[in-house]
């Protein structure tokens, strides 16, 4: 690859810098201590400069990080893009000034592509995990059975379509762990990186489509996989369209010296086994509580309540309980043990409601779903 043109130093310098920008504090957030010590900082840095970036110079000076939204599509995290885009570009123009940096920008740029390869490719097999266990797309509940479709909004109608095929959900979790195992591994990262650019493609027309808030982060997802997927683009389009003989470019190890080869291995013990596995069990481990056994589960409705309040209906699911007004305001609580005949959804009951002549407890819990 030619390494002295000048405009591809500057991009492969500017993309660079903006991947691991993006990207961070990944991989360090997969080490013990590394926030503490180091990542929080560097974050707080940069949520300063983006604060800075989008008051001063879009305009924007009510701007702030709503911390624990649940949403990647904030105002924020909008403004995150130019703000990183500038100061990838910023950077970049200072390391181009430099010729020693400058004649290493492709080999920069083939590292960076290695660490968007292990990003792109661990969040996949996370989310492959996920499809498999309870939590991201519910089936049909009581609850969601109990609201109109009209009133529903795009995300739920999508989450619940999804959930209600278990097949579906086991083929979306395939497919993504396919393509994260393929992107880890050197010789089929061209591979992977067809299959994520199919998978990331499909998760962002959903999320347009149906207004799901991780638009920003799964746009990113598809880029980087694009990008992993260019070097080879030339010969996958000789061979797939032109039907000449071709040849992807040999994958040579990175390191020649023993001490080094030996360094890398342990990171790739780390990356593609240890982290996996702690995902797995991360994933498995929440299990228990949203899989709560629960007698008491159903729809309950034509009752009278000791304590005259105005509760119509009321919902028991699992780990959570519903209580639905006429109208108004429903409230939402977190069912935190069921023992002797009861149901706690904190220390200190302070309502009683008789349910299938069973005295049910309850209180606001610590947080509402």
Same mark, same amino acid.
């Given at each position: ?82 703000? &990183?885009?500038? !100061? =990838?570009?910023? $950077?970049?123009?200072? %390391? /181009? *000034? ?106 962002? &027309?959903?999320? !347009? =489509?149906?207004? $799901?808030?991780?638009? %920003? /982060? *799964? ?151």
């Amino acid at each position: 690859m030619n390494n002295s043109n000048p405009i591809k130093q500057f991009v492969f310098l500017s993309l660079g810098v903006y991947i691991l920008s993006y990207g961070f504090p990944f991989p360090l957030d997969n080490i013990p201590f590394t926030h503490e010590v180091f990542s929080k900082y560097v974050l707080s840095l940069q949520e300063k400069y983006i604060l800075f970036f989008g008051k001063s110079f879009l305009g924007l000076p009510e701007l702030e990080k709503i911390q624990r939204t649940g949403s990647g599509d904030t105002t924020f995290d909008y403004v995150k893009i130019p703000a &990183l885009l500038t !100061f =990838s570009i910023l $950077v970049a123009i200072g %390391l /181009f *000034s430099l010729k020693k940096v400058r004649l290493h920008a492709v080999d920069f740029y083939q590292w960076v592509l290695i660490y968007a390869r292990y990003y792109v490719g661990l969040t996949l097999i996370s989310y492959g995990i996920a499809k498999f266990l309870i939590g991201q797309f519910p089936g049909p509940s009581f609850y969601s059975m109990d609201i109109l479709v009209g009133d529903i909004s795009p995300m739920g109608l999508a989450w619940r379509f999804f959930g209600y095929s278990d097949t579906y959900k086991i083929f979306m979790g395939l497919s993504e762990l396919i393509a994260g195992f393929l992107l880890l591994l050197r010789r089929t990262a061209i591979l992977g990186a067809l299959v994520a650019i199919s998978v990331c493609l499909n998760i962002v &027309l959903v999320n !347009f =489509s149906f207004d $799901v808030p991780v638009k %920003l /982060f *799964s746009s990113h997802l598809l880029f980087f996989s694009i990008l992993i997927l260019l070097p080879g683009a030339k010969a996958l389009f000789d061979f797939l369209i032109l039907h000449k003989s071709s040849k992807l470019e040999s994958m040579s190890p990175l390191f020649t010296s023993k001490k080094w080869k030996i360094a890398w291995v342990i990171a790739n013990i780390y990356l593609v086994g240890i982290i996996p596995l702690s995902r797995m069990y991360g994933h498995y481990s929440s299990q228990e509580f949203r899989a709560m056994e629960n007698e008491w589960e159903g729809l309950y409705a034509g009752f009278e309540n000791e304590a005259a309040s105005p509760w119509t209906k009321i919902i028991v699911e699992k780990n959570y309980l519903v209580l639905k007004p006429e109208g108004g305001t429903q409230e939402f609580y977190t069912i935190q043990e069921i023992k002797e005949g009861e149901m706690f959804c904190g220390k200190t009951p302070r309502m009683r409601i008789p349910l299938m002549n069973y005295p049910l407890k309850h209180c606001p819990p610590s947080n509402t779903n």
